[in-house]
């Protein structure tokens, strides 16, 4: 099993829709949560970032952290063209004490 | 402030020859990374410096590969008789290094590709 699986995508969606991002891990000692999102030819940009289990809300965009169930989620409202980048979740620290594990990334397209 | 920058931005090479890369970080930040992306392949971590010294350099592929780091600042990536495996882009990130969860800026990478 790889330590961090996420659905590539690409997805496509109309503006205005929601729209659901999620990430699988089986290291259970990741103890932060993050998204990342990377516009082309850009390096990937920190969007949002948690420690624990539950909700955080930060204007249109919602990560939402389930620990029993290894599983992470990023949530867009209201999606807008400018959203249309590749999203990688990240988790830390690796096994080292000092490195992220991130996924591969899911490819977002928002049409107007 | 700057960001973190990288160069060049592009470079074609040919099979089995040396190219090296270079980071310019955050002035101020002591921890440096290098990452390796191929496409669908995500991040894939190379090595970690703090200061000048690289406590973790678990993810170099091979012998290649190498990686320097002076005056707590400059890094240069090294890969030697290159092969066409290392098409990727190659990005590095800089934090603060007071933490394992510091936030990590990332550069816009350099494209490598090996013909």
């Known amino acids: 099993q790889k330590e961090v699986e996420q659905d590539p995508g690409p997805l496509s969606v109309p503006e205005g829709a929601i729209v659901s991002l999620n990430c699988t891990y089986s290291n259970s000692a990741f103890q932060y949560f993050m998204w990342y999102r990377q516009y082309s030819r850009k390096g990937p940009e920190l969007l949002m970032y948690?420690?624990?289990?539950g909700n955080k809300e930060d204007g249109r965009f919602t990560a939402q952290v389930d620990k029993s169930s290894k599983y992470i989620s990023l949530f867009i409202r209201d999606s807008q063209p400018s959203d249309s980048a590749t999203y990688l979740c990240a988790f830390g620290p690796d096994n080292y004490g000092q490195n992220f594990v991130f996924g591969p990334g899911t490819r977002l397209s928002v049409l107007p | 402030g700057a960001g973190v920058s990288q160069s060049p931005s592009n470079k074609v090479t040919e099979k089995g020859k040396d190219v090296e890369l270079r980071c310019d970080p955050i002035s101020g930040h002591t921890a440096l990374y290098w990452y390796r992306q191929s496409l669908g392949q995500g991040l894939e971590f190379l090595i970690y410096f703090q200061g000048n010294s690289a406590p973790d350099k678990s993810g170099l592929p091979s012998d290649r590969f190498s990686a320097e780091r002076t005056g707590g600042s400059v890094s240069t990536l090294t890969i030697q008789r290159t092969q066409q495996e290392d098409s990727a882009v190659y990005l590095c990130?800089?934090?603060?290094?007071?933490?394992?969860?510091?936030?990590?800026?990332f550069g816009p990478g350099t494209r490598l590709t090996v013909l």
């Open positions: 948690t420690y624990s289990s």
């Open positions: 990130a800089s934090s603060l290094g007071q933490g394992s969860t510091d936030t990590q800026y």
